[in-house]
């Protein structure tokens, strides 16, 4: 049984969140406030935390920053009420590993909430990874969630990793939205892509921007694909 803990403000929002996830079998822990929170978060038994952006004392945000200094496998999502690239942005960051945007269903609470743990950042790159992937003057170590440009070690976020280990294992592929929804985070069908696009952004500005190739390409209205192509002059 795994463990999730909510972490939500609105007394009537956590007591239905939790009651949905125990009645799909979960163990549900919640907390009121961001201090609490982060407490309870680093509990070494703990599987995911959902967590509201707006938080009185310590934000979402916050907490998600705290926990990445201490925690990487702690799987996050985070619920809040605004939509901007911005706020996703930022989120992605700090190492949520997804949103959802209020208001939304309680169904598609628990299914985003299973997909996410059926795919958790381990178990999807050590399933089948090659142990490096060197292309141009990029190299990925997938199981050591490490990545290099050059000499240079590039910051990437578990999610990250996966997604551009996930487009590197097979060049030339074009990866529709739906395939990586499925293969990064375990969404049977993910409605909202736009946490696939904000991911792919992060990946052009951290890995793209110091290297002399590019290597990620958007295939309008479809998807991505992983070429190499040397930068012009």
Same mark, same amino acid.
């Given at each position: ?26 163990? %549900?822990?919640? &907390? #009121? ?7 309870? =978060?680093? &509990?070494?038994?703990?599987?995911? /935390? ?6 009185? *004392?310590?934000?979402? /945000? ?5 926990? +990445? ?11 809040? =009420? ?10 992605? *960051?700090? *190492? ?13 609470? %628990? &299914? ?16 089948? &990874?090659? #142990?490096?992937?060197?292309? @141009?003057?990029?190299?990925?170590? #997938? ?6 440009? *050059? ?13 551009? =280990?996930?487009? #590197?294992?097979?060049? @030339? +592929? ?5 395939? $990586? =929804?499925?293969? %990064?985070?375990?969404?049977?069908? /993910?409605?909202?892509?736009?946490? $696939?696009?904000?991911? $792919? ?8 921007? @110091?290297?002399?190739?590019?290597? $990620?390409?958007?295939? +309008? ?6 070429? %190499? ?5």
């Amino acid at each position: 049984m795994s463990k999730l803990l909510v972490v939500e403000d609105d007394p009537t929002m956590c007591e239905m969140l939790a009651y949905n996830l125990r009645r799909e079998g979960f163990d %549900v822990d919640t &907390a #009121a406030e961001g201090e609490s929170g982060l407490i309870k =978060a680093l &509990a070494p038994d703990l599987s995911m /935390m959902i967590v509201d952006l707006m938080l009185p *004392g310590i934000d979402g /945000m916050q907490i998600t920053r705290e926990i +990445r200094q201490r925690r990487s496998d702690l799987i996050i999502l985070m619920l809040t =009420a605004r939509s901007d690239e911005k706020v996703r942005i930022q989120g992605f *960051g700090s *190492g949520i590993d997804d949103f959802l945007a209020k208001p939304f269903s309680m169904s598609e609470l %628990v &299914a985003r909430v299973k997909a996410l743990l059926r795919r958790s950042r381990v178990e999807a790159l050590r399933a089948g &990874a090659p #142990a490096e992937l060197v292309f @141009g003057d990029l190299r990925i170590v #997938a199981r050591d969630f490490r990545c290099w440009v *050059g000499v240079t070690e590039i910051d990437l976020r578990p999610k990250e990793l996966t997604l551009l =280990a996930t487009l #590197a294992s097979e060049p @030339g +592929r074009l990866f529709s939205r739906a395939e $990586i =929804a499925e293969k %990064v985070w375990g969404y049977d069908n /993910m409605t909202d892509t736009r946490t $696939i696009d904000t991911h $792919i952004k992060n990946l052009r500005r951290k890995v793209e921007a @110091g290297s002399a190739y590019t290597y $990620i390409v958007t295939v +309008r209205g479809i998807g991505y694909r992983f070429r %190499v192509q040397p930068k012009a002059l």
